[in-house]
């Protein structure tokens, strides 16, 4: 909604902005690749005696092991022996070269031999076992079913007559996935030949987790200080199934929140399907007691993801959500109303990419197809002409960032973000400039916008502490810009619809991994400040994970 004229004690925070805080650390989950996997070696052959005999050769016929014509192209490396004189030694080297060759093009374990045999015509027969799929065999002694995991097998390695290295890589990939287990996978020759048999073992891992947190991250309205736990049971009842909750309380228990994420895998190709709850309900405190500001909003969404690659180097997951909000916000004192309800459609892309040596880049690409209905009796009171009851709406947002590995213990990252709307929206489906994750040098609820960019930069210093503790100090710099309102016809004219922030800062975080963080950070804004905004923030979150 637009207004041209407001109460002068209208709140900047309600149901939308704090549900949108809350769930800001759900959304910062970041997955590096794995890396290299299954390198590929060199094929180690002992030399043969040394010879003096030689061959002159017009023709190398390379085949597979049953007898038929490869059908790639080998020219380059076989020219080079032919209509010369070649030694046994020569022969020998040319077979790694062609093993080398496959094992670079996916096959795995493949070998070229040298069959016995008896030169006719100056022509060499070099046999190729590219490495037939055997048997696959599975040894589960953890609680996931084993039909998962035979349909992950299947429909990895199914469709393919010999073992590919990227078909292997995703099945391991896809294992490493799923939480509260342990894969590990081992090859060896098969009982018939030329075949190669994948033995699957799995154990269990970690299944539960816990967390306590406490941090400054909130209003001052509401409680600026909380205090958050949560607990994690991965593989609940072995449908490689997780099942998150979280709870959120301020300091003057003016905020309270719950959320409950459960999804579990629903095929062989590693799609989950998922769903989620939250609540949220708040008082607001200080300037606005005797307004008697409260609400609360509900939340109920299903989701279906699928890991659309896994590559050692490159993930990306598919995400599409279904999302059902209802909010409501109230002003006893000046009995003022709002309740919206809100249906929304997302389809996300997310994932990482090892674009470069010691680099990582992740990526998130989202839209938003939504409608909203409020019903309201803020009309007696402000508002215009521009009130509508129903509307639909879109909304496109991105990140990139970067993270790359300098000398001397140095890390640089970058990041991009932002979002792109086509209507004015409500408060629940801003972006935020402001707070821990947007621009540290102002508060969470300084600014909401129905568009907007967010650059920020950081270098860190990474100094090892302890026996398994990790000091790392960074410098950074945040700048944001958006416009409040997407149309903005209605405004005052004296009312300025853009805004710029803009802040330096320093942190300090010691961490563990699995065991603690402690983290502080200091910033201060630069350029023009915002009114009623404080000449620097501090941040600090201690997090202890069981």
């Known amino acids: 909604m637009v207004s041209t004229r407001q109460p002068a004690s209208q709140p900047k925070i309600n149901s939308g902005i704090l549900n949108k805080q809350i769930e800001q650390p759900h959304q910062q989950h970041k997955i590096q690749p794995s890396g290299e996997i299954f390198t590929p070696q060199k094929q180690k052959t002992t030399q043969p005696t040394s010879s003096t005999l030689t061959f002159h050769l017009s023709q190398i016929k390379v085949i597979e092991f049953e007898g038929e014509a490869v059908q790639e192209d080998l020219s380059s490396l076989i020219n080079p022996y032919l209509n010369k004189a070649v030694s046994l030694s020569d022969l020998h ?97 098969g009982k018939q030949r030329g075949t190669t048999d994948l033995h699957i073992s799995l154990a269990d ?31 609940l009842i072995g449908f490689g199934d997780d099942l998150k909750l979280d709870v959120t ?73 279904f999302n059902h909000q209802t909010l409501q916000d109230k002003q006893t004192a000046v009995a003022v109303e709002q309740k919206r309800k809100l249906n929304t459609l997302n389809l996300a892309f997310n994932g990482s990419w090892r674009s470069i040596s010691k680099g990582t880049t992740y990526f998130s690409f989202a839209t938003t197809f939504g409608n909203e209905h409020q019903r309201t009796n803020e009309a007696a009171h402000y508002q215009d002409g521009t009130f509508k009851a129903k509307k639909s709406f879109t909304t496109f947002n991105y990140n990139l960032s970067h993270e790359q590995l300098l000398p001397k213990s140095f890390a640089l990252n970058l990041s991009l973000s932002g979002q792109i709307s086509d209507k004015n929206l409500d408060s629940s489906q801003k972006m935020l400039l402001g707070g821990q994750y947007a621009v540290r040098g102002y508060r969470s609820g300084a600014a909401s916008v129905d568009e907007g960019q967010l650059l920020q930069a950081e270098l860190k210093h990474f100094l090892p502490l302890f026996q398994e503790s990790i000091l790392t100090t960074s410098l950074f710099y945040d700048y944001g810009r958006g416009k409040y309102y997407k149309n903005s016809q209605a405004l005052a004219v004296e009312v300025n619809n853009n805004v710029v922030l803009q802040s330096v800062g320093v942190s300090l975080s010691l961490a563990a991994a699995n065991n603690y963080s402690l983290t502080a950070a200091i910033a201060k804004p630069v350029g023009k400040r915002l009114d009623k905004e404080s000449k620097h923030q501090f941040w600090f979150t201690l997090l202890k994970t069981f």
């Open 93 to 189: 080297q040319l077979t790694q070269q062609i093993t080398q060759f496959y094992r670079n093009n996916n096959y795995l374990v493949a070998r070229a031999i040298l069959p016995p045999q008896d030169i006719v015509n100056q022509t060499l027969y070099i046999a190729v076992i590219k490495g037939e799929i055997g048997e696959v065999t599975l040894q589960n002694n953890s609680k996931l079913h084993s039909r998962f995991v035979q349909r992950l097998a299947t429909t990895t390695l199914g469709e393919e007559d010999y073992l590919q290295k990227t078909d292997l890589e995703k099945l391991a990939l896809l294992l490493n996935d799923l939480q509260g287990i342990k894969p590990q996978l081992s090859l060896k020759a």
């Open 249 to 321: 309380s301020s300091d003057k228990g003016k905020l309270k929140s719950i959320r409950a994420d459960y999804a579990g895998l629903i095929d062989g190709y590693g799609t989950k399907l998922g769903a989620v709850v939250s609540y949220l309900d708040y008082q607001l405190g200080g300037e606005f007691k005797d307004l008697g500001a409260k609400g609360n909003s509900n939340s109920v969404g299903v989701y279906v993801q699928h890991p659309s690659i896994r590559l050692p180097h490159l993930r990306l997951n598919t995400k599409l959500t």
């Open 205 to 235: 891992s970690q299944r539960f987790s816990a967390y306590t947190l406490m941090d400054n991250l909130g209003n001052k309205e509401t409680g600026k200080y909380r205090l958050s736990a949560g607990v994690r049971l991965n593989n």
